[in-house]
């Protein structure tokens, strides 16, 4: 089993700053990619960030210069800093994790259950 917790969602103000984790714990060899998706009330899921093993980035064009995912393949975390927030960047944030179990094993997607940001005044 593999399991992945988030924390640091909150409530903060317009222009504010949020910085998410997410740890990855389990029967884990490796993992792949790892990153970051939203869905906010009404709408589809999207991605915002995602990481490669090698550390190589990929950005929503709605987060990029204010959104920077980081992670520690040693300790199998993810961090999204989040600056200059924005109410539109309200959302239920959703980590994810593309981790290979052994050796021979195929890539899965294993998901958090979500934290909640929420950007009001």
């Known amino acids: 089993q593999v399991q992945l917790v988030e924390s640091g969602g909150g409530l903060v103000q317009p222009g504010g700053s949020l910085r998410l984790s997410c740890a990855a714990s389990?029967?884990?060899?490796?993992?792949?990619?790892m990153g970051w998706y939203r869905q906010a009330p009404g709408k589809q899921r999207e991605l915002v960030a995602q990481?490669?093993?090698?550390?190589?980035?990929d950005y929503a064009d709605s987060v990029k210069g204010r959104f920077s995912i980081s992670r520690d393949n040693a300790k199998n975390t993810a961090s999204l800093e989040m600056i200059s927030l924005k109410p539109e960047d309200t959302a239920l944030f959703y980590c994810y994790a593309e981790v290979i179990r052994w050796f021979f094993d195929p890539p899965r997607d294993y998901w958090g259950q979500g934290t909640q940001v929420t950007v009001s005044s």
């Open positions: 990481i490669t093993s090698s550390g190589n980035t």
């Open positions: 389990g029967r884990i060899f490796s993992i792949r990619n």
